[in-house]
C-alpha cells in the first residue's frame, strides 16, 4: 500500500512536469496553473484548520496582503520580483502573528467569526485607502510567460508539500498540533504550551499562503480587494479542506483538485448561474460534514485506528468502597 | 524523614466567594506516597490544580525541589519532573493509544522515532501495549484511566500526581493498577493520590493527609488518620463523632 502510494505519486508528478512540454493550450495551461495554486492554499489552510483545529475564515486575506505586497513593492518601490515575492509571504506571515495573538485565545465559532471579521476589516482598508488603488485595484507589469508561471507555481506548491509532510507527518510538530487540537489543557500537562504552538501554526499556514498570492498577482497582472482579498478564497479552501478530508495533506490536496475542477466546468459552461455555484459550494460543505465526517480522503483511506477500534464494551461497575461511609465517587467534578 | 520534594505552604485557592482550599500546608517526602482524601469537593483536585500549576494559589506557595514553583504553568512543571493525570479524564481522542503517549514521551525524547519506542516502553509497563493502535476513544473507562498514568508516565517524571485512577474500575482492574503504583514506588518516584477507595488508599499511602471543605483536618500515618474524631466526623457525621 505504501509503495504503491508512493509510485502513484511519482508518477502524478513526473506527469505534472512534463504537462506544459505536451499541452500548448493556453487555457488548459492557465487551468493547471490555477488548480495547482488551489492545492497549496488548502494544505496550508489545513495546517491551522485541520491539524490544530482552529477553523481560519480568514484564510484568503493571508493570499490578497502576499498579492498586495508584491504588487506595491514592485510597481511603486521597484523592486523586482524575486526580491519582492518572499517579502509577501513574510508580509503574510507578520499579521498572522499580530492577528494571531488576540484571535488565538478564541476557541470553536469565536476563532473563525474572528478571524472573518478581521478579513473583512483588511479588506475594507485595501478599498480605502491610496497605495492598493482602492476598488480599482493595481495592475502589474505583464510578464506572459504561461509556462514560467506553471513550473513556478508547480514548484512551490510541492515545496510547500514536501516542507509541510516532512513537518507535520514525520517530525514531531504535527503530533503535538494534534494534542493541540484534541484538547489543549490536557497538552499542557505534558509540557507543550499551546499559545507558542498554535502561533508557529498560524504562521506556516500565513507564509506559504502569502507566497502563492504574490505569484498570482504577478500572473494575473491586475489584482483588486474583492478578486484577491474576498471571502471567496476563504471559503473555498474550507469546502476543499473539509470535503477532502481535515488534519491531512493529501485529502485538501484531492478536494481542491475536485472543487476546482468542478469550479471550472461550472464556470465555463453554467457562468449565468453564480449564484448556483455557490449555494452548491454551501450545499457541499454541509453534506461533507454531516455524511462524511473525515472529508473524502479519511473515508476511502479508513484509519487502521478506526478499524480496530473495539465493539462498545460495558463500563464496569464501581467498587464497592471498603468503608461504606464513603460515597462511590462519580466521574466527573 | 527524607528531604521534602515538595512543600506545600499554607495555600489557599478561591473561586469568587467560594474557599476551595484553605490555607493548606504538608509536605511529601522523597520516595514517599502521600494520600490526599477527603469527602466530595473538599478541594482534593482544585489543589491538584495549584500545584501542576493549572492555578496560581491565591494565597501560600508551592515549593518544588527547592523552588517556588507557584504560578508557573503547566507546560513548564512538566519540563521539571511533575506529570499529572485528570480525574475526568483527558485522551487525545482522534489519536491512537501509541500518539497520545509519543506526545508526551518527546518532552524527553525529542526525535520521533525515540519518543514512538520510549511510547512503547511505557505502555509495555501500564499493560496497554496491545491497545496501541486503538484510537483512543474506543478504550473503555479502565483503558482511559490506564492511558492516563501512561501518558504522566511517558514525561518520566520525579513526581506524580495521581486523581482517582482506580476509582471506577473494577476489583481486577484496581488490583491491576495499584500493582502498577507499587512497582513505580519502588522505582523510587515520589507520589502523592486521591483516593475514595479507602481499601486502596490506605494499602499504598505511607502517610495521609484529609481534607475537608477545603482545610486540612488531620494529617498522619494510615491508622492514625483512621482513629482520628475529626476525620471519623467529616466521613460519618456528626451522631458519629
Ligand atoms: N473552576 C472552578 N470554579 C469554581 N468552583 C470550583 C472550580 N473547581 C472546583 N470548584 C469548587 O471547589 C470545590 C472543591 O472542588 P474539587 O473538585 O477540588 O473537590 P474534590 O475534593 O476533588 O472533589 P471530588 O472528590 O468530588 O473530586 C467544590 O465546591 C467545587 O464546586
Ligand atoms: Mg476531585
Redesign the interface.
Given at each position: 500500500m505504501k509503495n504503491r502510494g508512493a509510485t502513484v505519486l511519482a508518477i502524478l508528478v513526473a506527469a505534472l512536469l512534463i504537462l506544459p512540454l505536451v499541452v500548448h493550450d493556453t487555457f488548459v495551461l492557465r487551468v493547471l496553473t490555477e488548480g495547482v495554486m488551489w492545492i497549496g492554499l488548502a494544505i496550508a489552510f489545513d495546517v491551522i484548520a485541520g491539524y490544530t483545529g482552529y477553523l481560519n475564515f480568514g484564510h484568503g486575506a493571508f493570499f490578497g496582503i502576499g498579492a498586495y505586497t508584491i504588487g506595491i513593492l514592485m510597481m511603486q518601490a521597484n523592486l523586482p520580483f524575486w526580491a519582492a515575492l518572499p517579502l509577501g509571504g513574510v508580509a503574510a506571515a507578520v499579521v498572522a502573528l499580530i492577528a494571531g495573538i488576540p484571535t488565538l485565545r478564541l476557541k470553536g465559532a469565536y476563532f473563525a467569526i474572528a478571524t472573518w471579521a478581521l478579513s473583512r476589516a483588511i479588506q475594507q482598508l485595501a478599498l480605502n485607502v491610496e497605495f492598493t488603488g482602492g476598488p480599482d485595484g493595481m495592475r502589474l507589469d505583464a510578464f506572459l510567460n504561461p509556462q514560467f508561471f506553471y513550473y513556478l507555481m508547480l514548484i512551490t506548491v510541492g515545496g510547500t508539500f514536501a516542507i509541510l509532510w516532512y513537518l507535520l507527518e514525520?517530525?514531531?510538530f504535527g503530533?503535538?498540533l494534534?494534542?493541540i487540537?484534541?484538547?489543549e489543557?490536557?497538552?499542557?500537562?505534558?509540557?507543550?504550551?499551546p499559545t507558542k504552538l498554535k502561533m508557529q501554526s498560524f504562521i506556516l499556514s500565513a507564509l506559504p499562503t502569502g507566497i502563492l498570492g504574490g505569484i498570482y498577482a504577478y500572473w494575473i497582472t491586475f489584482i483588486d480587494p474583492s478578486s484577491t482579498l474576498g471571502d471567496l478564497v476563504s471559503d473555498q479552501a474550507v469546502v476543499m479542506v473539509v470535503f477532502g478530508g481535515m488534519?491531512t495533506l493529501f485529502g485538501p490536496a484531492l478536494g481542491a483538485i475536485l472543487i476546482f475542477a468542478f469550479k471550472t466546468l461550472f464556470w465555463a459552461y453554467l457562468s449565468d448561474f453564480q449564484l448556483l455555484y455557490l449555494i452548491i459550494l454551501g450545499a457541499l460543505i454541509a453534506i461533507s460534514v454531516i455524511f462524511i465526517p473525515n472529508g473524502l480522503w479519511g473515508t476511502m483511506f479508513k484509519?487502521?485506528?478506526?478499524a480496530?477500534?473495539?465493539q462498545h464494551?460495558t463500563?464496569?461497575?464501581?467498587?464497592p468502597?471498603?468503608?461504606s461511609?464513603?460515597?462511590?465517587?462519580?466521574?466527573?467534578? | 524523614m527524607a528531604e521534602p520534594i515538595l512543600k506545600v505552604n499554607s495555600v489557599t485557592k478561591c473561586f469568587g466567594g467560594l474557599t476551595a482550599v484553605d490555607d493548606v500546608s504538608f509536605n511529601v517526602a522523597k520516595g514517599e506516597i502521600v494520600g490526599l482524601i477527603g469527602p466530595n469537593g473538599a478541594g482534593k483536585t482544585t489543589l491538584f490544580n495549584v500545584i501542576s500549576g493549572y492555578y496560581a494559589p491565591t494565597k501560600g506557595n508551592v515549593i518544588f525541589e527547592g523552588n517556588d514553583i507557584s504560578g508557573k504553568p503547566p507546560y513548564h512543571l512538566a519540563g521539571v519532573g511533575i506529570g499529572r493525570t485528570f480525574q475526568v479524564v483527558k485522551p487525545f481522542a482522534g489519536l491512537t493509544v501509541l500518539e497520545n503517549v509519543t506526545i508526551a514521551s518527546f518532552l524527553k525524547h525529542p526525535k520521533k522515532a525515540d519518543a514512538v519506542r520510549h511510547a512503547w516502553q511505557v505502555l509495555e509497563t501500564t499493560g496497554l501495549a496491545d491497545r496501541a493502535n486503538v484510537s483512543a476513544a474506543g478504550l473503555t473507562l479502565a483503558g482511559r484511566k490506564r492511558l492516563e498514568i501512561s501518558k504522566a508516565l511517558a514525561l518520566e517524571p520525579s513526581f506524580l500526581l495521581l486523581d482517582e485512577v482506580v476509582a471506577g474500575l473494577n476489583p481486577t482492574e484496581a488490583d491491576r493498577t495499584v500493582e502498577l503504583i507499587m512497582k513505580l514506588k519502588a522505582q523510587g518516584l515520589t507520589i502523592l493520590i486521591v483516593e475514595h477507595i479507602m481499601r486502596v488508599i490506605m494499602n499504598i499511602s505511607d502517610r495521609l493527609v484529609v481534607l475537608n471543605f477545603g482545610k486540612k483536618i488531620a494529617e498522619g500515618t494510615p491508622s492514625e488518620v483512621s482513629s482520628d474524631p475529626h476525620v471519623v466526623q467529616a466521613y460519618f457525621g456528626e451522631e458519629a463523632a
Amino acid at each position: 500500500m505504501k509503495n504503491r502510494g508512493a509510485t502513484v505519486l511519482a508518477i502524478l508528478v513526473a506527469a505534472l512536469l512534463i504537462l506544459p512540454l505536451v499541452v500548448h493550450d493556453t487555457f488548459v495551461l492557465r487551468v493547471l496553473t490555477e488548480g495547482v495554486m488551489w492545492i497549496g492554499l488548502a494544505i496550508a489552510f489545513d495546517v491551522i484548520a485541520g491539524y490544530t483545529g482552529y477553523l481560519n475564515f480568514g484564510h484568503g486575506a493571508f493570499f490578497g496582503i502576499g498579492a498586495y505586497t508584491i504588487g506595491i513593492l514592485m510597481m511603486q518601490a521597484n523592486l523586482p520580483f524575486w526580491a519582492a515575492l518572499p517579502l509577501g509571504g513574510v508580509a503574510a506571515a507578520v499579521v498572522a502573528l499580530i492577528a494571531g495573538i488576540p484571535t488565538l485565545r478564541l476557541k470553536g465559532a469565536y476563532f473563525a467569526i474572528a478571524t472573518w471579521a478581521l478579513s473583512r476589516a483588511i479588506q475594507q482598508l485595501a478599498l480605502n485607502v491610496e497605495f492598493t488603488g482602492g476598488p480599482d485595484g493595481m495592475r502589474l507589469d505583464a510578464f506572459l510567460n504561461p509556462q514560467f508561471f506553471y513550473y513556478l507555481m508547480l514548484i512551490t506548491v510541492g515545496g510547500t508539500f514536501a516542507i509541510l509532510w516532512y513537518l507535520l507527518e514525520r517530525a514531531p510538530f504535527g503530533l503535538k498540533l494534534k494534542a493541540i487540537r484534541e484538547d489543549e489543557e490536557g497538552a499542557k500537562a505534558l509540557g507543550l504550551n499551546p499559545t507558542k504552538l498554535k502561533m508557529q501554526s498560524f504562521i506556516l499556514s500565513a507564509l506559504p499562503t502569502g507566497i502563492l498570492g504574490g505569484i498570482y498577482a504577478y500572473w494575473i497582472t491586475f489584482i483588486d480587494p474583492s478578486s484577491t482579498l474576498g471571502d471567496l478564497v476563504s471559503d473555498q479552501a474550507v469546502v476543499m479542506v473539509v470535503f477532502g478530508g481535515m488534519g491531512t495533506l493529501f485529502g485538501p490536496a484531492l478536494g481542491a483538485i475536485l472543487i476546482f475542477a468542478f469550479k471550472t466546468l461550472f464556470w465555463a459552461y453554467l457562468s449565468d448561474f453564480q449564484l448556483l455555484y455557490l449555494i452548491i459550494l454551501g450545499a457541499l460543505i454541509a453534506i461533507s460534514v454531516i455524511f462524511i465526517p473525515n472529508g473524502l480522503w479519511g473515508t476511502m483511506f479508513k484509519r487502521k485506528a478506526d478499524a480496530a477500534r473495539p465493539q462498545h464494551q460495558t463500563e464496569p461497575a464501581s467498587e464497592p468502597a471498603a468503608l461504606s461511609a464513603v460515597a462511590a465517587p462519580e466521574e466527573g467534578n | 524523614m527524607a528531604e521534602p520534594i515538595l512543600k506545600v505552604n499554607s495555600v489557599t485557592k478561591c473561586f469568587g466567594g467560594l474557599t476551595a482550599v484553605d490555607d493548606v500546608s504538608f509536605n511529601v517526602a522523597k520516595g514517599e506516597i502521600v494520600g490526599l482524601i477527603g469527602p466530595n469537593g473538599a478541594g482534593k483536585t482544585t489543589l491538584f490544580n495549584v500545584i501542576s500549576g493549572y492555578y496560581a494559589p491565591t494565597k501560600g506557595n508551592v515549593i518544588f525541589e527547592g523552588n517556588d514553583i507557584s504560578g508557573k504553568p503547566p507546560y513548564h512543571l512538566a519540563g521539571v519532573g511533575i506529570g499529572r493525570t485528570f480525574q475526568v479524564v483527558k485522551p487525545f481522542a482522534g489519536l491512537t493509544v501509541l500518539e497520545n503517549v509519543t506526545i508526551a514521551s518527546f518532552l524527553k525524547h525529542p526525535k520521533k522515532a525515540d519518543a514512538v519506542r520510549h511510547a512503547w516502553q511505557v505502555l509495555e509497563t501500564t499493560g496497554l501495549a496491545d491497545r496501541a493502535n486503538v484510537s483512543a476513544a474506543g478504550l473503555t473507562l479502565a483503558g482511559r484511566k490506564r492511558l492516563e498514568i501512561s501518558k504522566a508516565l511517558a514525561l518520566e517524571p520525579s513526581f506524580l500526581l495521581l486523581d482517582e485512577v482506580v476509582a471506577g474500575l473494577n476489583p481486577t482492574e484496581a488490583d491491576r493498577t495499584v500493582e502498577l503504583i507499587m512497582k513505580l514506588k519502588a522505582q523510587g518516584l515520589t507520589i502523592l493520590i486521591v483516593e475514595h477507595i479507602m481499601r486502596v488508599i490506605m494499602n499504598i499511602s505511607d502517610r495521609l493527609v484529609v481534607l475537608n471543605f477545603g482545610k486540612k483536618i488531620a494529617e498522619g500515618t494510615p491508622s492514625e488518620v483512621s482513629s482520628d474524631p475529626h476525620v471519623v466526623q467529616a466521613y460519618f457525621g456528626e451522631e458519629a463523632a
